[in-house]
Nanobody, 115 residues
């Protein structure tokens, strides 16, 4: 059974940094992309960043220049380095991995940015 294990959320002040991690089970070669979404209170889930198997990345406009997504294939792990955090970055961050055979979501890790 494919599983995602997320970690790294927490409470941070405006301007601070956090790094989220998501370790995925299953075969690396079966992964099309790994991504982070966030769910803010009262808002729709939105894509924060994605990295595809070729290494190409994409970001939401609101996080460009502040967040960096990366992946370590040997660990089957995707990271989201978040710098210069703002209160509007608050939410539950969910890891999403698209395998060739399944689309898997993590349970989420909460990020709270205080002003």
């Amino acid at each position: 059974q494919v599983q995602l294990v997320e970690s790294g959320g927490g409470l941070v002040q405006t301007g601070g940094s956090l790094r989220l991690s998501c370790a995925a089970s299953g075969s690396v070669s079966s992964i099309n992309y790994m991504a982070w979404y966030r769910q803010a209170p009262g808002k729709q889930r939105e894509l924060v960043a994605r990295i595809v198997s070729s290494g190409i990345t994409e970001y939401a406009d609101s996080v460009k220049g502040r967040f960096t997504i990366s992946r370590v294939n040997a660990k089957n792990t995707v990271y989201l380095q978040m710098n210069n955090l703002k209160p509007e970055d608050t939410g539950v961050y969910l890891c999403n991995v698209l395998y060739s055979y399944a689309n898997i979501w993590g349970q989420g890790t909460r990020v709270t940015v205080s002003s």
